[in-house]
């Protein structure tokens, strides 16, 4: 069974950069590199998850529009682990941010960590 921990999030200033981290556990680096893996966020006012990044097997990586040029997707596959930098941050991104594992259909989840930017 995949978990999934997040870290990373915390209060910044308008302008500022987060690192996001999310981790991997109960499955080896192999498996990990099979993975599509996703950085969703939700808002406080909770209209559901909104996708902002992803990055496939292959290493591809799309973003939502509003965060293309500021945010970047990494992974490690040795590690299990998967990164967002997120760069010249708004308050319109402050969110509670998912990171998931997806294959064949299913799709694990962490926790979330939470993202909050001042003005």
């Known amino acids: 069974q995949v978990q999934l921990v997040e870290s990373g999030g915390g209060l910044v200033q308008t302008g500022g950069s987060l690192r996001l981290s999310c981790s991997a556990s109960g499955i080896v680096s192999?498996?990990?590199?099979?993975?599509?893996?996703?950085?969703?966020?939700?808002?406080?006012?909770?209209?559901?998850?909104?996708?902002?990044?992803?990055?496939?097997?292959?290493?591809?990586?799309?973003?939502?529009?509003?965060?293309?040029?500021?945010?970047?997707?990494?992974?490690?596959?040795?590690?299990?682990?998967?990164y967002l930098q997120m760069n010249s941050l708004n308050p319109e991104d402050s969110s509670v941010y998912y990171c998931s594992a997806e294959r064949n259909g299913g799709r694990h989840w962490g926790q979330g960590t939470q993202v909050t930017v001042s003005s």
């Open 30 to 82: 192999e498996t990990f590199a099979t993975y599509d893996m996703k950085w969703y966020r939700q808002r406080a006012t909770g209209n559901g998850r909104e996708l902002v990044a992803l990055i496939d097997s292959s290493g591809r990586s799309n973003y939502l529009g509003a965060v293309k040029g500021r945010f970047t997707i990494s992974r490690d596959n040795a590690n299990n682990r998967v």
